[in-house]
């Protein structure tokens, strides 16, 4: 069964970095797009940052030029690259995958605060 752990969450005071990491078991990785989500306290889900299997990314409105999305096939992992991070970029943060999109990380909660 194919698993996403994702890991580097924690507390950061505002301006301050994170790494996100997303390990991936099985062998799809390589041939799956890769994508990080988010969910604030009474928000929706949003969709934050994707890499594709051939290494183009995209980025949402909010974080474009602080966050840089990259994946390492090798280690069949996807990092999220979080600089000047705000109190509004606080949220859970989960990782998703797979051939159909449908395979999801347990989430790694994410606090800006001062």
């Known amino acids: 069964q194919v698993q996403l752990v994702e890991s580097g969450g924690g507390l950061v005071q505002p301006g301050g970095s994170l790494r996100l990491s997303c390990a991936a078991s099985g062998n799809i990785f390589i041939i799956s797009n890769m994508n990080w989500y988010r969910r604030a306290p009474g928000k929706q889900r949003e969709l934050v940052a994707t890499v594709t299997n051939r290494g183009s990314t995209g980025y949402a409105d909010s974080v474009k030029g602080r966050f840089t999305i990259s994946r390492d096939n090798a280690k069949n992992t996807v990092y999220l690259q979080m600089n000047s991070l705000k109190p509004s970029d606080t949220a859970v943060y989960y990782c998703?995958?797979?051939?159909?999109?449908?395979?999801w990380g347990q989430g790694i909660q994410v606090t800006v605060s001062s």
């Open positions: 998703n995958g797979g051939p159909l999109q449908n395979i």
